[in-house]
């Protein structure tokens, strides 16, 4: 663990740091909270609290905080996959309402009918976790277009993984991109496997950031996303030129997830427990207290944790005790406008016929 | 009244739509310099400029998702595909995405966009040009599917789509774009979504058709049967595929006890196929005799004129199916 503190430590006074302290702060409690959400997200789906799918984003938090915080929030349209857990505590949906929508309860952010890959906030531009890999790199592509449209100088921010950049939709999507210089930033975070397979074994070019400048006119830059003042600065960059009419940007974040690809996958069987712990030493919560010990001093940290555990115990009090939805809920939000949607009394198959009504 | 052609009728509607709402925009392959493969889009990008009328890239999925993105942001995308054949690519967008997103999100987001292009068969086109794939979207719940069968129709229903909140898959026809028949000259014509349209009032024998069936099948043996056969025909068209307007469905059969049903899609799993089905269903004791469906030949398109015309349903396929379900030899 030294050897990170040393090589990466910067300078702690106020007069020196690169970020305001507060914001430096932020970030690391971001992260922690993350992480530590994520641990007991972990916990209840093996205690059967919920099932379905579970993607965990432990390891890879100093990706979502480095751009996040070099975004405007609010402004700036996120689109993400299916691992969104930590997006969804980034933009502002309350802990106990992303667990109660793990839990499956009404009280969901979702209403209990999205899910582990489905959570949004429209009033914070957060439009989604997606389920289809690659599927919604088009989706961002179109808000980066309304967004030149309508010059309103938001630009869409596109998460996917290493994986993604392999799928027809990524080329579709920034051969236009580039063409039209719409305001986007596509962030792949390679965690060096898409799934149980690595990068090495199904791309034909496995650097990805070096396959958008020669095809689509777009710079491709990779990051080390493990560390979030890095990931910070150099989204801050594409952000700029993405938002100005420099057109889009692609950015490859190397980065790591402790666990397996989900809760189904023990992620023995592609990898050796020795990569794993290589990895964790490069951790990225732990790499930004050793940037600037002063202002992480460790009984600092162990208050914090504690306040994050216990703001994460009662999200998951919240959640056990909310209720499941209505069943008339099954019926609501298939469309914005179609008055007369078959309602719970209305079943195709079991509706009887009225006569009386053609006489 | 004025006498136009289907294809001036979409032209006219996009026009007006684009002039009222700025958040509309069209785009597609060809739609812009080119003024369109079918020439629905003549003078769009001329009056509009680039800005709102795009070319895009050969690349189905992704623009069709572009506009899917674009109206979760509160934009009205019409998103022309060329060819229905070809948004078999962006299915994935359609029903993983556009389908979807509302409910996913707890009513958080909607998805006001219009996809559009002509269906079915187009003349000689072979296999993979001429397939009526209506029955992929209305199997989704989320979508709405519209299927006009006249000028009238399709300026109304176009409009329509345009303003509703959420994703209409709007269903043409190449041999339709020359069609003339009247259009009422209001102001803003404008026709409800899931509303039926009885094109021809009867008492005998209910046929539902859409789409190109009437014109093409239905229509030209509407003269033989009331005439030489004497059998009086009421012809209801959905117009919108879904939501299906049953009740002007099963309205019309408890008056005539008999039905035919002309769709241009294979037989298999079909609309024509559900529709069937739900009047069977809700409607078992109005039928005097079972239900005539008739759909293309379950075969892929062959090239040779005289096989693609046997394979269509025909206005002699009509007459004859009608006879049927009245007993007649």
Redesign the interface.
């Known amino acids: 663990m030294s050897s990170t503190k040393e090589s990466a430590k910067r300078s702690s006074r106020t007069a020196e740091l690169p970020l305001p302290e507060e914001k430096l702060k932020e970030m690391h409690r971001q992260m922690l909270m993350i992480r530590r959400f994520e641990e007991k997200v972990g916990q209840q789906y093996q205690l059967k609290s919920f099932s379905g799918f579970c993607h965990l984003y432990i390891g890879q938090e100093a990706v979502l905080i480095g751009v996040t915080h070099a975004q405007e929030i609010g402004k700036d349209?996120v689109?993400t996959t299916y691992r969104n857990h930590g997006h969804a505590l980034v933009f502002g949906i309350p802990p106990k309402e992303i667990m109660a929508e793990l839990f499956m309860k009404a009280d969901?952010?979702?209403?209990?009918?999205?899910g582990s890959m489905?959570f949004?906030?429209?009033k914070q531009?957060y439009?989604?976790?997606?389920?289809?890999v690659g599927?919604?790199?088009?989706?961002?592509?179109?808000?980066a277009?309304?967004?030149k449209?309508?010059k309103e100088g938001a630009v869409?921010i596109c998460y996917m993984g290493d994986a993604a950049v392999n799928q027809?939709?990524f080329h579709?999507?920034l051969?236009?991109a580039g063409?039209w210089k719409l305001p986007a930033v596509y962030i792949a975070e390679n965690n060096i496997y898409g799934m149980g397979t690595a990068v090495s074994r199904a791309c034909a070019e496995p650097e990805l950031y070096k396959r958008t400048e020669g095809a689509y006119r777009i710079p491709g830059i990779r990051v080390n996303g493990m560390d979030a003042l890095e990931v910070y600065e150099a989204s801050k960059k594409a952000l700029e030129r993405a938002r100005s009419g420099g057109g889009p940007v692609f950015l490859e974040m190397v980065c790591y997830r402790y666990r397996g690809h989900s809760m189904s996958d023990p992620a023995t069987t592609y990898r050796t427990k020795d990569e794993v712990s290589e990895w964790q030493m490069k951790d990225p919560i732990e790499r930004l207290r050793g940037q600037f010990p002063d202002l992480f001093p460790e009984d600092y940290v162990k208050n914090l944790d504690k306040e994050i555990k216990a703001e994460v115990e009662d999200a998951i009090q919240f959640a056990k005790d909310a209720p499941f939805p209505e069943q008339s809920e099954i019926w609501?939000?298939?469309?914005?406008?179609?008055p007369g949607?078959p309602g719970p009394e209305v079943n195709?198959?079991k509706?009887a016929?009225d006569?009386a009504?053609?006489? | 009244m004025a006498v136009i052609t289907f294809r001036e009728a979409l032209n006219q509607a996009l026009m007006e739509e684009m002039e009222r709402d700025d958040q509309v925009?069209l785009m597609g392959e060809e739609v812009g310099q080119y003024h369109g493969a079918y020439k629905v889009s003549q003078g769009l990008m001329d009056k509009f400029g680039e800005?709102r009328v795009i070319d895009?890239?050969i690349?189905e999925?992704?623009?069709?998702?572009?506009?899917?993105?674009?109206?979760?942001?509160?934009?009205r995308?019409v998103i022309e595909v060329m060819t229905f054949n070809f948004a078999i690519l962006s299915l994935?967008?359609m029903v993983?995405?556009a389908a979807k997103?509302?409910?996913?999100?707890?009513?958080?987001?909607?998805c006001?966009m219009v996809l559009r292009g002509p269906n079915g068969a187009g003349g000689s086109l072979a296999a993979q040009h001429s397939q009526a794939l209506e029955q992929q979207y209305v199997h989704i719940?989320?979508l709405?599917v519209i299927m006009p069968s006249t000028p009238g129709d399709a300026k109304g229903l176009l409009k329509a789509a345009i303003r509703?909140?959420?994703p209409v898959v709007f269903m043409e026809s190449e041999k339709l774009y020359n069609y003339k028949d009247e259009v009422p000259e209001d102001e803003d014509y404008v026709l409800p979504i899931?509303k039926a349209h009885v094109k021809h009032a009867g008492t005998d024998v209910t046929i539902v058709t859409y789409g190109r069936m009437w014109t093409h099948a239905v229509k030209p043996a509407l003269e033989r049967l009331e005439g030489e056969e004497g059998i009086s025909v009421e012809v209801i068209d959905p117009r919108t595929l879904r939501?299906l307007d049953l009740?002007a469905i099963?309205?019309s059969v408890?008056?005539t006890h008999r039905m035919v049903l002309v769709e241009e899609s294979w037989p298999q799993a079909s609309v024509g196929a559900w529709i069937c089905e739900?009047v069977y269903?809700?409607?078992?004791?109005?039928l005097d005799a079972p239900i005539e469906r008739l759909s293309h030949l379950d075969v892929p398109m062959p090239y040779a004129r005289n096989l693609e015309d046997e394979i269509i349903p025909s206005p002699e396929d009509v007459v004859e199916a009608v006879k049927k379900v009245c007993y007649k030899r």
């Open positions: 349209y689109f969901g952010s979702s209403k209990g009918k999205g489905h949004y906030d429209g531009h439009m989604g976790g997606n389920g289809i599927g919604h790199i088009p989706l961002a592509t179109g808000a277009f309304a967004s449209y309508r869409a027809g939709t579709e999507s051969n236009m063409l609501t939000h298939v469309y914005a406008d179609y949607y195709p198959n509706y016929f006569y009504k053609f006489k | 925009f800005h895009s890239p690349t999925n992704s623009f069709v998702g572009l506009g899917i993105g674009a109206a979760n942001v509160g934009m995308p994935d967008q993983n995405n997103l509302r409910y996913m999100s707890g009513g958080q987001f909607s006001p719940p989320g709405k509703d909140p959420d899931g939501p009740d099963l309205k408890a008056k739900q269903a809700k409607g078992f004791d109005l």
